[in-house]
């Protein structure tokens, strides 16, 4: 079927390349979203009604509750911005003056904690490992033995740089044993792969709208513990990222934000939300995740392409692949070919290896993957020897 966009361009319109899009984003996030997802986006809502923040905001703060645990000890709270705003705000909101923040790093994202907590003038230490490593578990158990100082532990879930999957659950349990508070950046895992916050001894979770969840950018979101988030009344070193008068804002006052929702946003997020439902919750999508990324796998390799990481570290959510050593292949040749053939790719952020990434996340299926690998062996060599 085709469908004039603008009267300009003629699109060819499928289950995944929906109204609008000339291709698919295998990118992680802003990603593809069903047209579903982007159609409620037709109507207006009254940030301050009933009708938004009774029927659309709420239901959402409790859905994305019951998804992280089935304890009532943990509320939500969500925040106008991109993820990194969220992260901002959790920083911000929950170390006290006298804190000090452990940050285990192994990639962009977690640099960019660090990066927060030192224009917040946080008191910090960065436990900094190798891109392409996993976090040494005794090194995590002897900072926290040694600086008592150390209140919070911040760690990124799934680092975006390469794809690689820390372990959230063995470092939970240290840092929970050691008495200390725990954050996690979930923001290109939660809604993908299933993550219990009770029972990994997560304090606050961090994600954002247009991540797993599959909606649109806007805001972020964070499911955190009542108790803690309590504590952070008058910590806030932001007006706007102040994650405890947030919080309170939307219990007093039934879901209002304090400044203007993105609305539309809010209200696609909803959609995504029971779409999310439709597919059988996060343990269905989380197969379908990994039914993508073992096609995009194994439709790579065959053609010759190598992984940066192991499959033991490796997520289902993006992937880090080495750009051939060959003087017939050049990236950005090879991206605006596949791009004309319906597929935006991810360029590489590892810093000392020369990659480029393809996410698996959104709302895109197996045939979506098999139709890749068809579109990337014919557009990876195009020069003769
Ligand atoms: C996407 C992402 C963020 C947030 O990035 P924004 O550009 O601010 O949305 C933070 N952490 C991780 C691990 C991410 O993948």
């Not at 990222?241 to 879901?255: F, K, P």
Request: charged letters at 25%.
């Amino acid at each position: 079927m085709n469908y004039t966009f603008y009267g300009l361009v003629t699109l060819r319109m499928s289950e995944s390349n929906s109204i609008g899009n000339p291709y698919i984003l295998l990118t992680p996030g802003p990603l593809s979203t069903s047209s579903s997802v982007k159609e409620v986006m037709l109507r207006d809502w009254c940030t301050w009604d009933d009708d938004y923040n009774l029927n659309v905001v709420q239901p959402i703060q409790r859905r994305l509750v019951e998804l992280a645990t089935a304890s009532d000890g943990y509320s939500s709270v969500l925040m106008q911005g991109s993820g990194t705003f969220c992260v901002e705000s959790v920083i911000g909101s929950a170390l006290p003056e006298d804190g000090k923040l452990l940050i285990i790093a192994n990639g962009a994202y977690g640099r960019r904690l660090a990066q927060i907590a030192e224009i917040l003038k946080i008191n910090r230490e960065v436990l900094e490992f190798g891109e392409s490593e996993l976090p040494d578990l005794s090194q995590i158990r002897e900072a926290l033995d040694r600086d008592q100082d150390i209140t919070h532990v911040a760690i990124v879930h799934g680092e975006t740089t390469t794809g690689m999957l820390n372990p959230i659950h063995e470092i939970g349990e240290i840092v929970n044993q050691a008495g200390r508070i725990y954050i996690v950046d979930a923001m290109s895992t939660f809604g993908g792969i299933p993550i219990d916050v009770q029972e990994t001894g997560i304090d606050f979770l961090i994600s954002s709208a247009n991540k797993c969840i599959q909606g649109v950018p806007g805001f972020g979101f964070v499911v955190a513990r009542k108790s803690r988030l309590k504590e952070c009344e008058g910590r806030a070193r932001s007006l706007s990222l102040d994650l405890y008068s947030q919080w309170n804002q939307m219990e007093e006052g039934g879901g209002k934000w304090r400044f203007t929702s993105p609305t539309h946003t809010v209200r696609a997020f909803a959609q995504a939300l029971k779409e999310l439902e439709e597919e059988g919750g996060i343990a269905k999508r989380f197969e379908r995740y990994r039914e993508n990324h073992r096609l995009l796998i194994s439709g790579m390799e065959e053609l010759g392409f190598q992984c940066l990481l192991p499959a033991s570290c490796q997520s289902p959510i993006i992937t880090a692949f080495h750009n051939p050593d060959s003087s017939r292949y050049e990236f950005r040749e090879f991206y605006r070919r596949l791009k004309e053939k319906g597929f935006v790719i991810y360029p590489g952020k590892v810093t000392n290896v020369d990659t480029f990434r393809i996410g698996t996340i959104g709302h895109v299926f197996p045939d979506d993957f098999r139709r890749l690998i068809k579109a990337v062996g014919e557009s990876i060599y195009w020069k003769s020897e």
